[in-house]
C-alpha cells in the first residue's frame, strides 16, 4: 500500500471517529455541563472571588433621579376642580451603596452586611439647582396631622387650631433640597413638643444621606448556587408584619442587585426592597444585549400591584384588611409613620384610568414609568436596570378643617424616582470575555464536527483521485492484450 493510499484511509477513519465523538458530545451536553458546574462554583459570596468584590463594591455607577410635580392651581384644587400638575426634573444624584460590616457566618454559608446609601447631586444630568427651584406641591405634615385627627372632634379642634395659629394650609411651597432631605416643619415642631416620638423635621428622604435601611443577612450561593446573595433576614427579622397575611409579608428573593447564575426564562426573579415595604417579582419579557452582553429581561407584570380582586394574592396589602385601593396603588402608611403614602408606578403608568383621569398632566408610558431588570443569564449580573416609583399622597375633605375646603377625594402625586445603574464600560469588557470563552468551550463538539466533515471531504476526493490514478495504470495492460 502506497503513501497516499495510506493518507486517504487515515483521513477516513478521523472523519468517523471525529463524527461520532462530536455527536456524542452534543448529545450528553458534556462541555455546556462543565460550564455550567464552573459558574455554579464560582459564583458565590467567598472572599477572592469577583462575584464578591463586585457584590461587595458595585463598580457601575448608580443614578437616582427625582422628579417632581408643581401643582398651578392650588385655589381650584381647594374649590373641587381638578389639579394641573407639571413635571420638573429630573434632579440627578450619583448614589454610593457598597456594603460595610461584612460577617462571614455558619462555616461561609451565610453573610451579613450593611448598605449605607450616600446621594451626591450631579449638575451636568439636572435640569435645575435643588437648593433654588421652587416646588408648590401638597403639605404633606399638614395631610399626616389631618389625618391621625379626624377620628376625634377633640382632636379636630386642637388640629385645626395649631393648623390656624401655624398659617398652614394644604399645600406648600418647598425647595427641591428641603422637599428631598428636610425642613423643619412648624406643624411637626409643635406637636414634638408633646410626642416626642414625632420627628420635627421632615422630607422625603429625610436621614436616608450617609445611612442604611438595617442589616441583612444573605445566603453565599455555598451549599446552591440558587441560593446566591438570597436574603434570609432583615432587622433581625425573617419576615415583615406590616401586612395581613403571611404570603405578603414574606421577604422573598435578594436586595434586587444581583441573582443568581444560569438564569431561564421561565423563572420568576424575587427581590426585596425596603423602600416599598414588600418583596416584588419579575417575569421574561424579551431577549436583547447591553454592550454586546447577551441579557434577559425581567418586568414587573401588571398583577404585582392589582387589586385583590384581580390578583387575590395581594389581599394583603389591603390595610386596613378589606380596605382595597385600585389596581396600581400600593398603601404604605403603615411602615411611614401613619402618612398616607401611596406608591404606584410613574403617572400612574398600569394603573386604573379613574386614578390617570383624576390629574391633569399625567402621561403614562411604558419607556420612561416601566421599572425593569436587564440580566446576564450566565453569570446572573445587573447588566442594566431601572427602578422606578412614584410617591403619592391621599387627600380627601375632612370636616372641621377649613383647610381642607371642597377638595375632591384623590390620590395626589408629589414626586417620582428613577434609580438606573447601566454596567460600566471596564465591568462590560470583563464581562465580554467571560462569555466568549465559555462560547469557546461549548462549541467544541461543533469545531470537532466541521473538523470531521473537512476530514471527510478530502478522503472523498483523494478517493476519487486514486481510483482514477488506478484506473489510469491498467489501461495499457489492456491495450496490450
Known amino acids: 500500500m502506497g503513501t497516499r493510499p495510506a493518507v486517504t484511509y487515515t483521513l477516513g477513519i478521523l472523519c468517523i471517529i471525529l463524527l461520532i465523538v462530536s455527536i456524542a458530545l452534543l448529545v450528553t451536553k458534556v462541555f455546556p455541563h462543565t460550564v455550567d458546574n464552573y459558574i455554579k462554583k464560582d459564583v458565590q459570596l467567598k472572599n477572592g472571588t469577583a462575584a464578591f468584590e463586585t457584590w461587595e463594591n ?55 452586611a450593611v448598605t449605607p446609601k450616600t446621594y451626591v447631586f450631579v449638575p451636568e444630568l439636572s435640569t435645575g439647582d ?29 388640629a385645626e387650631a395649631l393648623l390656624t395659629f401655624e398659617s398652614e394650609g394644604l399645600f406648600t411651597t418647598r425647595t427641591v433640597h428641603e422637599l428631598l432631605w428636610g ?16 420627628d420635627e423635621y421632615f422630607g422625603l428622604y429625610y436621614k436616608m444621606n450617609g445611612t442604611d435601611d438595617g442589616d441583612y443577612l444573605f445566603l453565599t450561593g ?112 403603615v411602615c411611614r409613620q401613619g402618612a398616607p403614602i401611596i406608591l404606584s408606578s410613574p403617572h400612574f403608568y398600569q394603573a386604573d384610568p379613574k386614578y390617570i383621569d383624576d390629574i391633569e398632566g399625567m402621561h403614562p408610558n411604558k419607556i420612561d414609568h416601566e421599572t425593569y431588570l436587564d440580566i446576564n443569564p450566565l453569570t446572573g449580573l445587573l447588566v442594566r436596570a431601572a427602578k422606578r416609583v412614584q410617591v403619592n399622597i391621599y387627600v380627601e375633605q375632612v370636616i372641621g378643617f377649613r383647610q381642607t375646603g371642597n377638595i375632591q377625594s384623590l390620590v395626589f402625586p408629589i414626586m417620582y424616582l428613577n434609580e438606573s445603574v447601566l454596567i460600566d464600560d471596564s465591568s462590560a469588557a470583563k464581562l465580554n470575555s467571560i462569555i466568549l470563552q465559555t462560547d469557546v468551550v461549548t462549541a467544541i463538539p461543533f469545531m470537532m464536527m466541521g473538523l470531521g466533515i473537512l476530514f471527510g471531504l478530502i478522503f472523498i476526493i483523494l478517493a476519487c483521485t486514486n481510483r482514477e490514478g488506478t484506473e489510469a495504470e491498467r489501461a495499457p495492460l489492456l491495450n496490450s492484450s
Open 222 to 333: 455555598k451549599m446552591n448556587y440558587k441560593d446566591f446573595t438570597q436574603i434570609i433576614e432583615w432587622k433581625g427579622n425573617k419576615s415583615l408584619d406590616w401586612w395581613t397575611t403571611d404570603a405578603c409579608n414574606m421577604i422573598n428573593g435578594t436586595d434586587g442587585t444581583s441573582f443568581h447564575p444560569l438564569i431561564s426564562k421561565n423563572e420568576t426573579v424575587h427581590f426585596f426592597s425596603s423602600d416599598l415595604c414588600r418583596s416584588l417579582y419579575g417575569t421574561f419579557e424579551q431577549e436583547l444585549a447591553v454592550k454586546r452582553i447577551p441579557a434577559y429581561r425581567f418586568v414587573l407584570p401588571s398583577e404585582v400591584f392589582a387589586n385583590a380582586s384581580e390578583n387575590p394574592a395581594n389581599s394583603g396589602f389591603c390595610v386596613p384588611a378589606d380596605d382595597c385601593l385600585g389596581t396600581g396603588l400600593l398603601n404604605v402608611s
Open 130 to 158: 435643588p437648593e433654588i427651584d421652587l416646588i408648590r406641591t401638597v403639605n404633606i405634615p399638614v395631610v399626616t396631622v389631618i389625618n391621625m385627627a379626624k377620628y376625634s372632634s377633640s382632636y379636630i379642634l386642637l
Open 183 to 198: 425642613y423643619k416643619d412648624p406643624v411637626l415642631a409643635t406637636v414634638h413638643k408633646f410626642m416626642s416620638d414625632v
Open 58 to 112: 458595585p463598580p457601575p455607577p448608580i443614578y437616582m433621579q427625582f422628579y417632581f410635580f408643581n401643582v398651578t392651581n392650588p385655589d381650584e384644587v381647594l374649590k373641587g376642580q381638578k389639579p394641573f400638575l407639571e413635571e420638573r426634573g429630573p434632579y440627578t444624584y450619583r448614589e454610593y451603596k457598597p456594603r460595610e460590616n461584612v460577617t462571614f457566618m455558619d462555616d461561609g454559608k451565610i453573610v451579613s
